[in-house]
């Protein structure tokens, strides 16, 4: 008889004790919205952006074209340019004597100019790491001498990542 006040006492325990072991459900975070307005739509006279030239003859003539091009900016030694889908990768060497602040001023000159060159051309990652630059450069060469951009996936992957803070 008197079990009863002692069982009515534990079974509550028992239920607060399971219930709150078991993991609460939380929402899944919201997706971040992009800054800026929403993109719109393509209309029906829109086209998708073509995209870079695939093949080595072609991507080693546009390539050359828009380092032509980086090199017109004041403070460029010399540039070189891979073409990767629509991203084009561009290591600068810097004429001695710039100033360590202009540095930033002519990467994003050179971003400006090499978009500008070619539509195409979506993204434009720059850079004037030492290291990285000569990377860019055994890729270019190999390019040039017929190798599929294909094969250097790895390496091209590699460069972007070393890159990707400084996007333009």
Do not use: Y
Request: with cysteine.
């Amino acid at each position: 008889m008197k079990k009863w006040p002692v069982w009515f006492s534990i079974i509550p325990l028992v239920l607060m004790l399971v219930s709150g072991c078991t993991a609460a459900r939380k929402p899944a975070p919201p997706a971040p919205a992009a800054p800026g307005p929403a993109p719109a739509a393509p209309g029906p006279a829109a086209t998708a952006p073509r995209p870079l030239p695939t093949t080595p003859a072609e991507a080693h003539r546009l390539a050359t074209k828009l380092a032509a091009e980086a090199e017109k900016v004041p403070g460029v030694k010399s540039a070189t340019v891979v073409l990767t889908g629509n991203t084009a990768i561009v290591g600068l060497d810097i004429k001695s004597g710039v100033e360590r602040g202009r540095t930033a001023a002519i990467k994003d000159e050179v971003a400006r100019r090499v978009r500008a060159a070619d539509n195409r051309v979506a993204t434009v990652q720059v850079t004037t790491d030492p290291d990285t630059v000569t990377r860019i450069r055994r890729v270019a060469q190999g390019i040039s001498r017929g190798t599929p951009v294909a094969s250097f996936n790895r390496e091209i992957q590699e460069i972007l990542r070393r890159i990707t803070p400084t996007t333009r």
